[in-house]
């Protein structure tokens, strides 16, 4: 049983696309996380949810959407795609409440953008 | 804010020796630290963790890293590694008022057979 889950895996698209990455988490954890992680391995924090609320947004294009329906998922939308937003997209989730825990993460998308 | 660093990008070791990889963060709070594993084309997986308690821990693995808060430090030690240890690794810290986990660049650990 997988516990934090992304499809796709891999994405191939045009720009100007519109796409979806969707995750889904199975270990009853409060708050989910969208990390990019460029060419040179940076991972840098995209969002954060806790209980459905967005809580963390840094400094990202608005053509980036999450979209919390439920506490187990967190899916990521983004339009009119771009080349530079080629990357591996990486969903975590971990356990805040009563103390802090580690994060989980997927097995990340691999998006490009041609 | 919280930052890390790891010095060194990249470190090549042959295969049975002793190796460490550096990690330093600045806070001004408590803090939470934590080594994750990424192998090629993989999710990060846990490798340890700090939270409370005794300042050395250990992963299954023979991985080990101490929390030091004077110098601000939490590196990685193994003392013989293995073919199978070549992966890259990240450090990473939070806080307990935080909502994310902040990451080192990463090491790229390569076991010379």
């Known amino acids: 049983d997988t516990a934090v889950s992304q499809t796709p895996k891999y994405l191939v698209t045009q720009m100007g696309n519109d796409k979806s990455i969707k995750c889904e988490q199975n270990?009853?954890?409060?708050?989910m996380y969208w990390y990019k992680q460029d060419s040179k391995k940076f991972l840098k924090i995209m969002f954060s949810?806790?209980?459905?609320?967005?809580?963390i947004n840094e400094t990202v294009p608005n053509r980036f959407s999450p979209k919390s329906p439920d506490k187990a998922h967190l899916n990521l939308h983004i339009n009119s795609l771009e080349l530079g937003d080629s990357a591996v997209y990486f969903c975590?989730?971990?356990?805040?409440?009563?103390?802090?825990?580690?994060?989980?993460f997927g097995q990340g998308t691999r998006l490009t953008v041609v | 804010a919280q930052s890390v660093t790891q010095l060194d990008s990249q470190v090549p070791v042959f295969e049975e020796a002793p190796v460490e990889l550096r990690c330093n963060y600045s806070?001004?709070?408590?803090?939470?630290l934590f080594w994750y594993v990424q192998y090629p084309n993989q999710g990060l997986q846990l490798l340890l963790k700090?939270?409370?308690?005794?300042?050395l821990v250990e992963s299954i693995n023979g991985f080990e890293a101490e929390f030091n808060k004077s110098q601000t430090s939490f590196h990685l030690r193994k003392p013989s590694v293995h073919i199978s240890d070549t992966a890259e690794y990240f450090c990473?810290?939070?806080?307990?008022?935080?909502?994310?986990?902040?990451f080192g660049t990463g090491t790229s650990l390569t076991v010379i057979p």
């Open positions: 975590a989730s971990s356990k805040r409440t009563g103390g802090i825990a580690e994060a989980f």
């Open positions: 270990l009853g954890h409060d708050t």
């Open positions: 949810y806790n209980n459905k609320e967005l809580i």
């Open positions: 806070s001004s709070v408590s803090v939470y």
């Open positions: 700090y939270l409370s308690g005794s300042t």
């Open positions: 990473a810290v939070s806080t307990g008022t935080g909502n994310q986990f902040y």
